[in-house]
Nanobody, 119 residues
């Protein structure tokens, strides 16, 4: 059975840091490239950080380069994925999700974790 659980969000002041965690439970995740996605208020879902199945290759959308770091730890029946977010800005406010990259029509979704950057 496939399940995704994100955690680690919260309210943080501009310039602060948060570390998001994702437990992707299922035997297939360790073979997949994955990503952190976010959806801000009134905005479409966007990919912010991508990581290859081995963890050796990472890419970032321009707005988070130099501030966010994605990592993963592959296990037999789950993948633990992380997003270290530094120098947070109000425009980073969003619900953050982890999932496969690219997304597939039948992918399961977690509940996401809310990140709010505000003074």
């Amino acid at each position: 059975q496939v399940q995704i659980v994100e955690s680690g969000g919260g309210l943080v002041q501009p310039g602060g840091s948060l570390r998001l965690s994702c437990a992707a439970i299922g035997t297939s995740f360790r073979f997949n490239d994955m990503a952190w996605y976010r959806q801000g208020p009134g905005k479409q879902l966007e990919s912010v950080a991508n990581i290859s199945s081995t963890g050796r290759t990472t890419t970032y959308t321009d707005s988070v380069k130099g501030r966010f770091t994605i990592s993963r730890n592959n296990r037999a029946e789950r993948v633990m994925m992380y997003l270290q977010m530094n120098s947070l800005k109000p425009e980073d406010t969003a619900v953050y999700y982890c999932n496969n990259n690219p997304l597939r029509r039948d992918d399961a979704w977690g509940q996401g974790t809310q990140v709010t950057v505000s003074s």
